[in-house]
């Protein structure tokens, strides 16, 4: 065998390799020291101190072993590898060496946790919906508990609602005559809420008929509490529904045996079944007309909301229909209308409604006094849903989590326009009591309003305590203030009328069969005495009609006179509070005629400070 001559065998190029000589392969600077030849080329520096051959090219070359040709080409890739040869097919290739991977940095002592963007979440979860609950349950608690704390004997309006309640269920139970003209004078159908009330009166007494009063007051808040939270959220609905429990017309409606109570959870359904039906079918809104009706049966005054529940019934289905939503509207208007024109074409109430609401008696009050009225008994919470208004108009953002869901709320547009519809419901019955000039009624009215401008107001406080409750002594000092307000407010109201207890038991004795008499409140004994006496025996000192022997009807005053004159009364009761001018007059013809004497004279003390007293007389010949 032959030996094959030795020859040299290039190593691959390691880019890693230390650079610490000058005789290196890439020096400080990573570069290989160029050397000049005579012919034009460049000679770089070899391996162990040889010198490479450079061709035209300018690639770097080596010497050549024994037994090797020169390569006749080079391709050169700085991508790939520095110095990287093309060789012919039939000649040895040297592989590229393999990159060494650089070293792994050191596993750190602690690793920091990935924090999410938010920690809660305003998604609807079954934990808010109970936490929500429970608040709502404290708050008609406290409502209750506000309304229970009012005590005194029946009002003027409570006795003659129970009394003709009464009237009219022995008239269809056994034919008891029935006293006429309720449909002329009642402020709501004499068939429905007296009727309802006289039932429950007659097992618990005036408590009871109160009691019905009290829930139909906190169905009321529930609802609101309800329609609230979908138009916008929990802490909102819970803000309105605070606000809504502890204002003056709510606690006192709360236990107060008249029609405004379930004329208000009417008004409180009817809102609510608008907004829970807002994404259903259109004919679903015709689910509320019905009860629209139903409530302005029950209370003639409800008629002035109805144009609300119309917009309202529009503005809650325009995110989900568009311009569409006018339709849902026209057949909630068109199918009210419908039915109340049916109930006005089958039933006797249309008088009522024009002596009670349309055509009712002017009043003297000025617009200031009613103006200053409706601030002292409503102004808070008003005041506070035109800053939420405002407020919402502005930014309609009703949520703290950047991961909330419907961030995109609508348009500022219909922002405004839920606003001003809401808060300026509650200045209808105002405007409506300046129009008569009068201030009866301003008090329970304020409160149909009030239930529709909450909303705005829990906006108002939710957006006063600002994110994650920044400042939440602003909406404790609001809702304390409408507290202490509605509680005091409700105290005095409930205080203005005398306690009757001691003049029912004065005048029990002297009531007759066919007994006739001149009372200044006559419905409060009608109603205590209603075995032994009913409306047809009692004549008010609102108004009087007196036949004289000759056939001649008299009025006013001179019709107070001739009567007494003529002893036409068998008793006569006066307290001084209705009418205190013509109680005065009154009182000084019974001491001319000398047909009566003075039976008794039971004091008593108004919430207003005020004294007074019970005035009895009876007829002796």
């Keep these: 065998m032959t030996s094959r001559p030795e020859h040299y065998t290039p190593q691959p190029y390691d880019p890693y390799a230390d650079d610490d000589s000058a005789g290196g392969w890439f020096n400080s600077n990573g570069y290989v020291p160029r050397q000049p030849t005579h012919d034009g ?23 050549v072993p024994q037994g090797y040709d020169i390569p006749q080409s080079y391709d050169y890739d700085p991508r790939v590898y520095p110095y990287q040869q093309r060789q012919p097919e039939d000649q040895q290739t040297f592989a590229p060496p393999e990159p060494v991977p650089e070293p792994a940095p050191a596993e750190p002592g602690y690793h920091i946790p990935e924090t999410p963007d938010a920690g809660w979440d305003d998604t609807p979860s079954r934990r808010r919906a109970w ?190 229909r568009g311009w569409r939503c006018v339709p849902r509207a026209l057949v909630l208007g068109v199918g009210t209308a419908a039915l109340a024109g049916v109930g006005l074409m089958y039933t006797d109430v249309l008088a009522g409604v024009r002596q009670t609401t349309t055509n009712r008696a002017h009043g003297t009050d000025t617009t200031s006094a009613l103006l200053e009225k409706s601030a002292e008994w409503g102004g808070l919470m008003f005041a506070t849903a035109v800053a939420g208004a405002f407020a919402y108009a502005l930014r309609g953002r009703m949520n703290e989590s950047p991961r909330s869901y419907g961030l995109n709320g609508p348009g500022w547009r219909w922002r405004a326009l839920l606003g001003v519809t809401l808060t300026g419901t509650a200045l209808l019955a105002p405007a409506y009591q300046i129009h008569l000039h009068t201030a009866v009624s301003l008090y329970k ?104 022997k000759k056939g001649v009807v008299h009025h006013g005053n001179e019709g107070y006179r001739l009567a007494l004159k003529d002893g036409y009364f068998d008793l006569v009761v006066l307290d001084g509070v209705a009418t205190p001018v013509l109680d005065a007059y009154i009182e000084r013809q019974v001491t001319r005629s000398g047909h009566y004497r003075l039976v008794g004279k039971i004091p008593f003390r108004l919430s207003s400070g005020g004294t007074g007293s019970y005035r009895v007389w009876a007829k002796t010949s």
């Design 41 to 63: 080329h460049e000679r770089y520096q070899g391996y162990d101190g040889h010198q490479g051959y450079q061709g035209h090219y300018g690639h770097q070359g080596y010497e």
């Design 131 to 320: 936490v929500s609950r429970g608040v709502l349950a404290i708050l008609l608690v406290v409502q209750a508990l506000l309304s229970l704390m009012l005590s005194n004997t029946a009002f003027q309006d409570e006795a003659l609602y129970l009394a003709a309640g009464h009237n009219i269920l022995d008239h269809w139970a056994s034919g008891t005559p029935l006293h006429s003209g309720y449909e002329s004078y009642f402020s709501g159908s004499p068939m429905l809420y007296p009727v309802a009330a006289a039932f429950v009166d007659g097992w618990f007494g005036l408590s009871g008929a109160r009691l019905l009063s009290l829930l139909c007051m906190l169905g009321a808040t529930v609802l609101l509490y309800s329609f609230t939270r979908r138009l916008f959220n929990e802490r909102v609905a819970l803000a309105a529904a605070a606000l809504f429990a502890v204002t003056q017309p709510t606690i006192v409606l709360g236990w107060f045996a008249t029609y405004d109570a379930p004329a208000i959870f009417l008004l409180a359904l009817s809102a609510w079944i608008v907004v829970r039906t807002s994404r259903a079918p259109v004919l679903a809104v015709l689910l509320a007309a019905p009860v629209m009706v139903l409530a302005v049966a029950v209370k003639y005054a409800s008629a002035l909301y109805i144009p609300t529940l119309v917009v309202l019934a529009a503005l809650t289905a325009w995110h989900h």
């Design 445 to 548: 009215h304020l409160d149909f309003g009030l239930l529709f401008a909450a909303p705005m107001a829990g906006v108002g406080v939710i957006r006063l305590v600002g994110k994650h409750f920044r400042y939440p002594q602003l909406g404790i000092m609001i809702w304390v203030s409408a507290l202490c307000l509605g509680v005091s407010q409700s105290e005095w109201r409930f205080g203005l009328w005398p306690d009757s207890t001691g003049m029912v038991k004065a005048i029990e004795p002297y009531m007759k069969p066919k007994g006739r008499y001149l009372g200044e409140t006559y419905e409060v004994p009608v109603y205590y005495l209603r075995d032994k006496t009913n409306h047809a025996q009692w004549t008010s000192t609102y108004g009087i009609g007196y036949r004289d």
